[in-house]
């Protein structure tokens, strides 16, 4: 017998729509009721017991169906709720990560100027410095030797005696890969003497000369230059001698300028710009030097 949702309610007693609860306490009072054991006097076949016991067959199973389908629904939505979340959550974070860039952005575009003038500030403090150093030296000029104390990163310390005191100074350089360089492009390594002009009253405004070299320094220079001198420039077949006086003609011709040419032959153009091997290479295709070469070739 199929009843309708309605029907089974209304045999049971009860609202439309009341819990499983509640539809298995009407039934149980209904049975009570109209249950042929129970009530000797009603028949076994009565048809109120049967309307009873179908509409509670069928509210029950519906019940379970109900719930079973309402635990999937509610999964269902719990699950849509935390995907849901999780996208709002995403598109927040994606949004703030948005605004922080587009605020740095807009700090970059509104303040880009200032290492700029940060670096040109500094260069032209080193230049006028320089320029305001070599001024005063320049009305009462001095000279002696200063020595090499300690090389550091795009800096060196020298000292230095004048009037029997010891003084220290301090000057700036720049940096090609693991070498500190001067000014005419030679590697400063400790110990090595330079001339050095001073004030001849005020010591403490002085500057180191390297274009003007000591005979020790120049000496220096050649050993140093032979330790790293290409191997591609002359004929190993030829005696020490030719070394020698190839590194001496090139000093006499090009200074020292052209001994850290020899130097710097295998550096890279980003390593070192005045001195790398495309300018080592331009110069070993140029009639100067093969002109030295062919001077300096000396037998053993």
Known sequence: MNLSREECYRILELPFGADEQSIRKAYRRLVKKYHPDINPELDSNNEDFILVQNAYDQLISNSSGMLINDWVEKRQKAEDAIRDRRRRMREAYLNRKKEEEEAQMRSIKKYWF??????????????????????RVDQAPDTTVCTVVNVGYRQFSYSFKCDGKTHFGTMRTRKCKGWMVSENGFPIMEGVQYLLVHHRSNPTYNYVEFETLLPETIEHHFAQTRLFFPKDLLDPSYSSNSMDCFLRQIYKKKGVKGLANLF?????????IDHNSFTYWYWKKSKEAKQLIKDCSLPR
């Open 264 to 272: 710097f032959h295998d550096f890279s153009f980003v390593e070192n």
């Open 114 to 135: 200032i290492p700029f003038a940060l670096i040109i500030l500094n260069f032209s403090y080193m230049k006028v410095n320089n320029i305001y150093t070599h001024f």
